[in-house]
């Protein structure tokens, strides 16, 4: 009798399927890699074959250039792809765009590695969908009850509130380069606004990807600034990555309010260590209450948590009697939120 543990289980590389000899989202190289989403500690350039989703190996070329591995491949939504005698199959996980749980089977066993994943509603990436499984393995990484992510579009009208206040101010909105920053300029778009917004340099490849994928972001303009020109950012919204702000560029705009996108903003010392004026709750993994009703809607046999909060999670399955082990896998980040 087959164990789950046969068909995948935790290595120092990252998830290995041992029938399948393939892994998901490794964090060495390896000859076969599986890959949830672009972001960098999930995909990672210099394995030997690559299996994601079409809009993942874009994302992944676009940052790594195309040699990004030796051999790629596109799998498209829900479709069987056989590995050895594993099926495997790819499903959106609405974290970023492209972003998918993947499904493997064998011996009549089926596991699903959601890598990370949201519930909330997100124009910006494809929405989550529920597959059932024996094992379900989530993230934890907003695991604990006291995480609670309010309405995004709360967090956008914050923002367009704040630059009416302060019509001299310009506004710099900190947000990670794939996923996060999209989203905002897309949340701050369906609150009306349709002014010009500005994006830092590090933004302009996945934001032009994005708007080719079909995702409208407006008009974006370079956040580039001319000798004398800083009065042309009064009243603007400038988006850049979170490290840009610590630096000389962002002192060089008015009188900016430092404003930083993030999960973590919950976190009110976060906020402070950072310097940031306007927090903005805005997370694209589950807070705890998706996450344990995601674990109830799925109903697997067993969970396997990872990355993150693990602890109080595999507690309440054991509270509700689910069978659940953390699995301690590491290379993850919980900050790139
Ligand atoms: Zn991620």
Redesign the pocket.
Known sequence: MARFEDLLRPTREGLYCPPGDFYIDPVLPVGRALV????A??ARPGNGRVLATRRTLDIMALRYGEDFASERQAAGWGEAIRIGDVAVSFHPAG??LG?AQIAVEWGGMRIVAS??YKRRADPTAEAFEPVPCDVFITEATFGLPVFRHPPAREEARKLLASTRRFPERAHLVGAYA??KAQRMIRLIRDEGYDEPIYIHGALKRLCDFYQSEGIDLGELRPATLERGAKADFAGAIVVGPPSAFADKWARRFPDPVSCFASGWMRVRQRARQRGVELPLIVS??CDWDELVETIVEIAPQEVWVTHGREEALVRWCTLKNLRARPLHLVG??DE??
């Not at 949830?36 to 972001?39: L, M, Q, S, Y």
Request: proline share 0%; net charge negative; charged share 25%.
């Open positions: 949830t989403h672009g972001h500690d999930h974290h970023v972003s890598g990370d794939l996923g694209d993994h993850y980040e790139s939120d």
